[in-house]
């Protein structure tokens, strides 16, 4: 990803402005230039000598910034690498040495001048023409810096030299940073440049601006020679001054406080982010020397003891989650559009916060979540293991005080799961003049601070007992996301539990995105680490999982739980505002009423027949109300209708989809009983052009009977089987155990559908068999022993085959209902009308949406390195009609009753040496239960589900269901 020659140009162009342009030299502002590039995506060459591993012992070139590993030097270690090789592995240490020349303008001679370093894997040494700069920085997040004014030549070359270990001498650094559950690198990773300013400069401010109104900003000036003046001016998001306040500084002064006060500032938060900036200069008379301008937000953070957390005086729940600064071909090397998708996907699953796992990220990232509202745990890393106080003290530093400003930030958070160097808690205020709340990510009891337990991975019931008091609790780390299991599974019971407690401040899940890595020393291999890294809600290039969608709905701040329409349906639809700060009124809403695509046509989706806006309720936040929707007289006469509720600012917040009478209309459009006159001439005239060979079966090994049809079904039998046929479609039952043995199709290929119904759960024999014609069909009815009661099947002249069956199965079972065989090799897909896209278990049935949705077979599974989705295979959920494509041609089912699940073939949530979920018997099945799903951390598997909530406990069923099906084994069209 080398620059490009016209970005060689245009930064030759600018050091040249800068040369010989007079007026740069009298600027008042930092100036700055780029030595590397600015991103993965912008890169500048550099010189570069990796000392071991792959491509080292010489010199070449390498593009910075970038992880060294990335570019096909030296080699891979993932961060439990000691605990899954044991403590005889060792860690690649290679070194990398860089060096690049550069030039500084002239018209920076008498400034400051300062190289910056925003990240570097690990312990870097800088020397500009020989000399050092400073001693070793040791730390891989953090931006440093040294002074070179003394060091660099004007208008002239100078030369950089980085000498970068990847390994620290600082044990405590390799504790924190690199024994860790995530890739490690080497390299430069984040951009290098140099600063100048003036002789008499400001270093930094930090701001406090508090929700009252009341500004406060530290000011830290430099060399000034006597006294003068400092001045900040705040600015609306408009550009207008609301504000100017000023204080006099001294030649002795380091730091100065200005403060004032804003009347009724807008105010900061996930939901309303208002920023301001403040213009800070340093004014001698009627001289002004040097400014510097910050972005920041009025608001104020509070910890209530046994109470809950508070944001400008409201409290809040933090629907949460973790995330690395991580993409798959550069690894911890990104961009601010990476940054910037990450933050839209994460408002899009309707979150207002996450946590900077495990160390500082970008600051791109953080200037995104400021304006774009996202509530932000800022962590000191340390993962398990601390820093020693005398570097760990360096690092708070840096992290602060370039972070300071953000009010996105509302914790400090001072390491991982033990990796807490409490020494250390006190020195975020040094830095911080609005003085937040530090919080201990911990994995243990008792390691609670500031009021708030964030112990990681408590389940419901004992989430459940943390919440009774006294202490706030905030897990930083729950529903472990590993292969398709945590995340949203189990996340509605949860965020109710969550919503509903007093003591709960939210959560944050793990983790955000699957740390997949693309190797450079396996072609291109993604690698997650086998069990270590495939744990988020999207996929390493933000694929996204099915987890995903059904958070949208879970955390929605737009909160329906209206199921079905009642028969009754007025408009009216209950509502509960689940924002903090958002009146409903300031929100928008809309109705379609639409059709849905057939079976008989191609392709899939919808059409949208009617639509209309809805009077937006006045509701306050975290209060209840109603929706009224001003429908049609005629509504009932469409498929479904759709709700969609917007933000404030017009983003989609969640569209919620209903039937109108159930399945009804489906099985009237859809399953005829007579052969029409119309079909029937169709056919004799196929007939009468002759029936052609199909490639596969030569015509004269096709079963079916040519022969004119037959205007009434047919029935035949013999010691084996009985057989139901009507135009040109057989069905053979076998006559021992009732199931299905073979399906013939005059028109076409065999289709091999068989060896069903059978119960997925429970037991079932056959006791008798009867048969009898009618005017329209004829019939065959089948009792059972056992918890199968009865199955009756009836085949009408057209064709089409009825099932009613009922059953019911005693005790917990992790599904209910009934299965067929099909081969899993013959499918080519399927078109289905439903709740979805994505399939779903038990614990995780949020997030549908009714359509019509088409897929073509994929054998996408967790744990194996491919993120093509979305899944063929699945439970999927309100399933009213199904047609599948394969290889024998195509046969669809109707559902005359709603809530029916489809299982689509063999598939599992969870990777082991047993797979998880057990699987029912059977190919496709039609089910009134399916498991819930558990969660995996790395190798450690609970499939006891039943901990995750009620949603998670297995099926029960109270009493018998009855269920009607319909079975087509042709062409609809």
Same mark, same amino acid.
């Given at each position: 990803?080398?620059?490009?020659?016209?970005?060689?140009?245009?930064?030759?162009?600018?050091?040249?402005?800068?040369?010989?342009?007079?007026?740069?030299?009298?600027?008042?502002?930092?100036?700055?230039?780029?030595?590397?590039?600015?991103?993965?995506?912008?890169?500048?060459?550099?010189?570069?000598?990796?000392?071991?591993?792959?491509?080292?012992?010489?010199?070449?070139?390498?593009?910075?910034?970038?992880?060294?590993?990335?570019?096909?030097?030296?080699?891979?270690?993932?961060?439990?690498?000691?605990?899954?090789?044991?403590?005889?592995?060792?860690?690649?240490?290679?070194?990398?040495?860089?060096?690049?020349?550069? %030039?500084?303008?002239?018209?920076?001679?008498?400034?400051?001048?300062?190289?910056?370093?925003?990240?570097?894997?690990?312990?870097?040494?800088?020397?500009?023409?020989?000399?050092?700069?400073?001693?070793?920085?040791?730390?891989?997040?953090?931006?440093?810096?040294?002074?070179?004014?003394?060091? %660099?030549?004007?208008?002239?070359?100078?030369? =950089?030299?980085?000498?970068?270990?990847?390994?620290?001498?600082?044990?405590?650094?390799?504790?924190?940073?690199?024994?860790?559950?995530?890739?490690?690198?080497?390299?430069?990773?984040?951009?290098?440049?140099?600063?100048?300013?003036?002789?008499?400069?400001?270093?930094?401010?930090?701001?406090?601006?508090?929700?009252?109104?009341?500004? $406060?900003?530290?000011?830290?000036?430099?060399?000034?020679?006597?006294?003068?003046?400092?001045?900040?001016?705040?600015?609306?998001?408009?550009?207008?001054?609301?504000?100017?306040?000023?204080?006099?500084?001294?030649?002795? +002064?380091?730091?100065?406080?200005?403060?004032?006060?804003?009347?009724?500032?807008?105010?900061?938060?996930?939901?309303?982010?208002?920023?301001?900036?403040?213009?800070?200069?340093?004014? +001698?008379?009627?001289?002004?020397?040097?400014?510097?301008?910050?972005?920041?937000?009025?608001?104020?953070?509070?910890?209530?003891?046994?109470?809950?957390?508070?944001?400008?005086?409201?409290?809040?729940?933090?629907?949460?989650?973790?995330?690395?600064?991580?993409?798959?071909?550069?690894?911890?090397?990104?961009?601010?559009?990476?940054?910037?998708?990450?933050?839209?996907?994460?408002?899009?699953?309707?979150?207002?916060?996450?946590?900077?796992?495990?160390?500082?990220?970008?600051?791109?990232?953080?200037?995104?979540?400021?304006?774009?509202?996202?509530?932000?745990?800022?962590?000191?890393?340390?993962?398990?293991?601390?820093?020693?106080?005398?570097?760990?003290?360096?690092?708070?530093?840096?992290?602060?005080?370039?972070?300071?400003?953000?009010?996105?930030?509302?914790?400090? $958070?001072?390491?991982?799961?033990?990796?807490?160097?409490?020494?250390?808690?006190?020195?975020?205020?040094?830095?911080?003049?609005?003085?937040?709340?530090?919080?201990?990510?911990?994995?243990?009891?008792?390691?609670?601070?500031?009021?708030?337990?964030?112990?990681?991975?408590?389940?419901?019931?004992?989430?459940?007992?943390?919440?009774?008091?006294?202490?706030?609790?905030?897990?930083?780390?729950?529903?472990?996301?590993?292969?398709?299991?945590?995340?949203?599974?189990?996340?509605?019971?949860?965020?109710?539990?969550?919503?509903?407690?007093?003591?709960?401040?939210?959560?944050?899940?793990?983790?955000?995105?699957?740390?997949?890595?693309?190797?450079?020393? =396996?072609?291109?291999?993604?690698?997650?680490?086998?069990?270590?890294?495939?744990?988020?809600?999207?996929?390493?290039?933000?694929?996204?999982?099915?987890?995903?969608?059904?958070?949208?709905?879970?955390?929605?701040?737009?909160?329906?739980?209206?199921?079905?329409?009642?028969?009754?349906?007025?408009?009216?639809?209950?509502?509960?505002?689940?924002?903090?700060?958002?009146?409903?009124?300031?929100?928008?809403?809309?109705?379609?009423?639409?059709?849905?695509?057939?079976?008989?046509?191609?392709?899939?989706?919808?059409?949208?027949?009617?639509?209309?806006?809805?009077?937006?309720?006045?509701?306050?936040?975290?209060?209840?109300?109603?929706?009224?929707?001003? !429908?049609?007289?005629?509504?009932?006469?469409?498929?479904?209708?759709?709700?969609?509720?917007?933000?404030?600012?017009?983003?989609?917040?969640?569209?919620?989809?209903?039937?109108?009478?159930?399945?009804?209309?489906?099985?009237?459009?859809?399953?005829?009983?007579? &052969?029409?006159?119309?079909?029937?001439?169709?056919?004799?005239?196929?007939?009468?052009?002759?029936?052609?060979? +199909?490639?596969?079966?030569?015509?004269?090994?096709?079963?079916?009977?040519?022969?004119?049809?037959?205007?009434?079904?047919?029935?035949?039998?013999?010691?084996?089987?009985?057989?139901?046929?009507?135009?040109?479609?057989?069905?053979?039952?076998?006559?021992?155990?009732?199931?299905?043995?073979?399906?013939?199709?005059?028109?076409? !290929?065999?289709?091999?559908?068989?060896?069903?119904?059978?119960?997925?759960?429970?037991?079932?024999?056959?006791?008798?068999?009867?048969?009898?014609?009618?005017?329209?069909?004829?019939?065959?009815?089948?009792?059972?022993?056992?918890?199968?009661?009865?199955?009756?099947?009836?085949?009408?002249?057209?064709?089409?085959?009825?099932?009613?069956?009922?059953?019911?199965?005693?005790?917990?079972?992790?599904?209910?209902?009934?299965?067929?065989?099909?081969?899993?090799?013959?499918?080519?897909?399927?078109?289905?009308?439903?709740?979805? $896209?994505?399939?779903?278990?038990?614990?995780?049935?949020?997030?549908?949406?009714?359509?019509?949705?088409?897929?073509?077979?994929?054998?996408?599974?967790?744990?194996?390195?491919?993120?093509?989705?979305?899944?063929?295979?699945?439970?999927?959920?309100?399933?009213?009609?199904?047609?599948?494509?394969?290889?024998?041609?195509?046969?669809?089912?109707?559902?005359?009753?709603?809530? !029916?699940?489809?299982?689509?073939?063999?598939?599992?949530?969870?990777?082991?040496?047993?797979?998880?979920?057990?699987?029912?018997?059977?190919?496709?099945?039609?089910?009134?239960?399916?498991?819930?799903?558990?969660?995996?951390?790395?190798?450690?598997?609970?499939?006891?589900?039943?901990?995750?909530?009620?949603?998670?406990? &297995?099926?029960?069923?109270?009493?018998?269901?009855?269920?009607?099906?319909?079975?087509?084994?042709?062409? =609809?069209?």
């Amino acid at each position: 990803m080398k620059i490009q020659s016209i970005r060689i140009k245009g930064l030759i162009a600018t050091l040249l402005l800068a040369l010989f342009n007079p007026s740069l030299a009298q600027t008042t502002q930092k100036e700055k230039l780029f030595l590397s590039g600015t991103d993965n995506e912008n890169t500048v060459t550099w010189d570069f000598f990796c000392t071991s591993g792959r491509k080292s012992g010489e010199w070449t070139t390498i593009e910075v910034p970038s992880h060294w590993e990335q570019q096909g030097f030296g080699e891979y270690d993932y961060g439990r690498d000691y605990r899954t090789y044991g403590k005889k592995h060792i860690y690649a240490d290679e070194t990398g040495i860089y060096k690049h020349n550069f %030039v500084v303008p002239n018209s920076w001679e008498n400034k400051e001048i300062f190289i910056v370093f925003e990240g570097s894997m690990t312990d870097t040494e800088v020397k500009i023409n020989g000399q050092s700069a400073w001693p070793i920085h040791q730390g891989s997040f953090y931006r440093f810096r040294y002074n070179i004014s003394n060091k %660099v030549k004007f208008g002239k070359e100078n030369e =950089l030299e980085a000498t970068v270990h990847k390994v620290s001498a600082n044990a405590s650094v390799n504790h924190a940073e690199r024994y860790a559950d995530y890739w490690i690198f080497g390299g430069i990773f984040r951009p290098v440049y140099l600063e100048a300013v003036p002789e008499e400069f400001i270093d930094r401010v930090a701001v406090s601006a508090d929700a009252d109104g009341n500004f $406060s900003v530290d000011v830290f000036p430099v060399n000034l020679k006597k006294k003068q003046t400092l001045k900040a001016e705040i600015f609306d998001a408009n550009g207008k001054t609301v504000q100017t306040c000023q204080e006099q500084a001294s030649a002795k +002064d380091s730091l100065v406080t200005i403060s004032c006060k804003v009347d009724n500032p807008l105010l900061w938060t996930s939901e309303t982010p208002n920023l301001y900036s403040v213009k800070v200069s340093l004014v +001698d008379g009627t001289e002004q020397k040097y400014e510097l301008t910050e972005k920041f937000g009025f608001r104020t953070i509070e910890i209530r003891e046994n109470d809950g957390v508070y944001v400008n005086g409201t409290k809040v729940k933090f629907k949460g989650i973790n995330r690395h600064v991580f993409w798959p071909e550069t690894g911890r090397c990104v961009n601010p559009s990476i940054d910037l998708l990450d933050v839209q996907l994460m408002k899009e699953m309707n979150m207002n916060a996450v946590r900077c796992a495990h160390y500082p990220p970008n600051k791109s990232f953080l200037e995104y979540c400021d304006s774009l509202g996202l509530y932000v745990l800022d962590e000191l890393a340390g993962w398990q293991n601390a820093y020693d106080t005398e570097v760990g003290s360096k690092l708070v530093r840096e992290m602060v005080i370039r972070d300071v400003n953000h009010p996105s930030i509302i914790f400090w $958070s001072n390491g991982n799961e033990g990796g807490t160097n409490k020494e250390l808690d006190d020195d975020y205020a040094l830095y911080d003049p609005s003085n937040r709340p530090v919080i201990h990510a911990h994995h243990r009891p008792g390691n609670d601070y500031n009021g708030i337990d964030c112990n990681h991975y408590e389940n419901y019931y004992s989430s459940k007992k943390l919440l009774e008091g006294p202490l706030i609790y905030m897990p930083t780390e729950f529903l472990h996301g590993q292969d398709d299991g945590g995340m949203a599974a189990g996340l509605g019971d949860f965020w109710e539990l969550f919503w509903n407690s007093k003591l709960s401040a939210g959560g944050f899940l793990w983790v955000f995105s699957d740390e997949g890595l693309v190797r450079t020393d =396996l072609n291109g291999f993604v690698d997650v680490n086998r069990v270590n890294a495939p744990d988020g809600v999207v996929g390493p290039h933000r694929e996204k999982e099915a987890s995903f969608y059904a958070m949208r709905e879970i955390f929605s701040p737009v909160k329906i739980d209206l199921e079905k329409l009642p028969k009754d349906f007025d408009g009216v639809i209950p509502v509960e505002n689940r924002f903090h700060f958002t009146n409903l009124e300031n929100c928008s809403f809309e109705w379609q009423l639409v059709n849905f695509t057939s079976p008989h046509n191609r392709g899939a989706g919808h059409q949208v027949m009617k639509s209309g806006e809805i009077e937006s309720p006045n509701i306050e936040p975290v209060k209840k109300g109603k929706l009224q929707l001003q !429908l049609p007289v005629d509504y009932h006469n469409y498929g479904a209708l759709y709700l969609t509720a917007f933000d404030p600012s017009g983003n989609e917040i969640f569209s919620w989809s209903w039937k109108i009478e159930g399945n009804t209309k489906t099985v009237e459009q859809l399953v005829v009983t007579d &052969l029409l006159a119309e079909e029937k001439q169709r056919r004799d005239e196929l007939r009468a052009a002759g029936i052609e060979e +199909d490639n596969i079966l030569p015509i004269e090994q096709q079963q079916g009977d040519v022969s004119e049809e037959s205007s009434q079904v047919g029935f035949y039998e013999n010691d084996d089987v009985m057989v139901l046929k009507a135009s040109g479609i057989s069905v053979a039952f076998n006559k021992t155990d009732g199931t299905i043995q073979g399906i013939g199709n005059d028109m076409g !290929l065999p289709i091999p559908f068989s060896n069903g119904p059978v119960l997925v759960s429970g037991e079932a024999q056959l006791t008798g068999i009867n048969h009898f014609p009618s005017t329209k069909s004829h019939v065959v009815e089948m009792t059972y022993s056992g918890d199968l009661k009865k199955v009756t099947w009836t085949m009408y002249k057209s064709g089409w085959l009825e099932m009613n069956y009922e059953y019911q199965v005693e005790g917990e079972q992790y599904f209910t209902g009934i299965s067929f065989d099909f081969p899993e090799s013959d499918v080519i897909g399927a078109k289905w009308l439903g709740n979805g $896209s994505r399939h779903v278990w038990k614990n995780r049935l949020q997030g549908g949406k009714l359509d019509v949705f088409e897929r073509f077979y994929n054998n996408e599974l967790p744990a194996d390195n491919s993120w093509q989705y979305p899944e063929f295979k699945g439970y999927f959920s309100d399933i009213s009609w199904i047609e599948l494509n394969t290889d024998y041609g195509r046969f669809t089912v109707v559902a005359n009753e709603e809530d !029916l699940f489809v299982r689509l073939f063999s598939f599992y949530g969870i990777s082991g040496p047993e797979n998880y979920p057990v699987q029912p018997v059977g190919d496709i099945s039609f089910l009134d239960g399916i498991p819930p799903i558990g969660t995996k951390l790395a190798m450690g598997i609970s499939n006891d589900t039943w901990n995750l909530g009620p949603a998670g406990e &297995l099926n029960n069923m109270e009493k018998p269901v009855k269920r009607t099906l319909f079975f087509y084994f042709g062409l =609809l069209n």
